[in-house]
């Protein structure tokens, strides 16, 4: 074996340590979400349930609707949008006339008080909601019946609880782009969160959706204090911890709908997500290429030296890959085809090649605004073209170097 290809073994070996952890995280969360049932709870607080609109999502309807049927006794559901010629009004009118027993309010206004336009929504849902409990929750989620149950469950246990988030898991997918975001969830993303909550003891919140209340939320700046970041939800539980409060991550995992997602927006999506881990954690996105076994056994194949040992060192590793997300697939009952997973290489791989982007870019294009993106993800405008963007991207990147 030629010293190089011995090299690319050795952290080839190192990616697939970092892949067994992720995979025993995942198989232990999954049993315990299995092993814990419905909460037992006789009194459960009222929830005010925000749901951020913008566009057509995947299955928008039916996931907005799967709302409508939670097993709790009593929530409110505030849809907020920008316009009222947004697509997603039309969608949220019919839950509302569809369900004109349950607490739902529809809330549009205009407001641009921060870069992020989600936590602009966000602003304001919370100000027409009546409950000390608030849940922010995307509009691609699909939630089960026992949903807020087991989600207020945490806080029902343990006071010191200030924030508490779900496991993700990826379903659907009919074509291509959306079959590689959905694998991609149900891997990387699900197997990180559960690794460092479980291993690291660093709970990873994920935005989709969160429970707080109010009286937490505001001791630590409210919304309006994560207006003009790009991963409010990170901030959000940074902030939370660092006040002093609990952040947990719920054993009851949503499922994020992903039909139709073409491959630029694949793409796009995860050099933005690259991006922000960039900036957030600096030196530990190191981490996430080392532990990318399928991308690291390829880079031999493009190298001089032995060719039936590269080959064989990148088949072995893909084998592997596809054997332990199908079987991840099998226990979170993704709905995913079997024969699905022989795309996990190419996602793979390409999520490796997208990893270098975010060390050579700081500009993020967000819902139709292009943003530059700073430390800890704070958004600045950006200049929209010539030698000024160039000059401000410079001149922001020193700043930041330097502060």
């Keep these: 074996m030629s010293p190089v290809l011995w090299v690319f073994t050795c952290l080839t070996a190192f990616g697939l340590v970092c892949y067994a952890l ?17 909460s037992g709870f006789k009194h459960l607080p009222p929830i005010s349930i925000l749901k951020p609109l913008k566009g057509l999502d995947d299955n928008l309807f039916d996931n907005l609707e799967s709302f409508c049927h939670l097993d709790y006794p009593r929530y409110e559901l505030i849809f907020a949008l ?11 009118l019919k839950i509302k006339n569809k369900y004109p027993d349950k607490d739902i309010k529809i809330v549009v206004r205009r407001r641009n008080e921060g870069l992020n336009p989600k936590v602009n929504n966000l602003i304001s849902a919370y100000e027409a909601s009546s409950h000390e409990y608030v849940l922010i929750s995307d509009s691609n989620v699909l939630a089960g019946r026992d949903y807020l ?8 246990k343990d006071p010191a609880v ?4 779900n496991m993700i898991e990826g379903i659907g997918g009919r074509n291509a ?6 694998l991609h969830l149900n891997s990387f993303v699900l197997g990180s969160v559960c690794f460092l909550d479980r291993f690291l003891k660093m709970p990873c919140v994920v935005g ?11 001791a630590i700046g409210g919304l309006r204090g994560v207006k003009d970041v790009l991963a409010e939800d990170y901030l959000l539980g940074k902030k939370m911890q660092e006040s002093g409060r609990k952040v947990v991550l719920s054993a009851c995992r949503i499922q994020n709908v992903n039909h139709y997602w073409s491959l630029e927006r694949f793409i796009n999506r995860h050099t933005r997500w690259g991006k922000l881990r960039w900036k957030i954690g600096g030196a530990k996105y190191l981490s996430e290429l080392a532990a990318n076994a399928v991308f690291i056994s390829a880079i031999p194949l493009f190298l001089p030296g032995p060719v039936k040992g590269a080959v064989m060192l990148a088949l072995f590793t893909s084998i592997i890959k596809m054997a332990g997300d199908l079987y991840i697939g099998g226990k979170i009952r993704s709905g ?26 700081n500009t993020v294009t967000w819902r139709g ?12 405008p950006c200049p929209v073209t010539g030698a000024r963007q160039w000059s401000y991207r410079i001149v922001n990147t020193i700043r930041e170097r330097f502060a």
């Design 369 to 380: 605004n292009k943003y530059l993106i700073g430390k800890n993800s704070i958004l600045q």
């Design 149 to 156: 149950r087991e989600t207020v469950a945490p806080m029902k």
């Design 22 to 38: 992720q995979f025993w995280s995942i198989r232990a969360s999954v049993r315990e979400k299995t092993s814990s049932g419905n």
């Design 82 to 92: 920008q316009d009222k010629n947004d697509q997603a009004y039309k969608v949220a």
């Design 208 to 218: 989709k959706s969160m429970l707080m209340r109010k009286k937490d939320l505001e």
């Design 177 to 182: 782009g959306s079959l590689l975001e959905n």
């Design 336 to 361: 995913l085809h079997p024969l699905t997973y022989l795309l996990v290489p190419a996602k793979d791989f390409l999520i490796g090649l997208i990893w270098f982007v975010p060390i050579f870019s």
């Design 162 to 165: 200030g924030l508490v988030s």
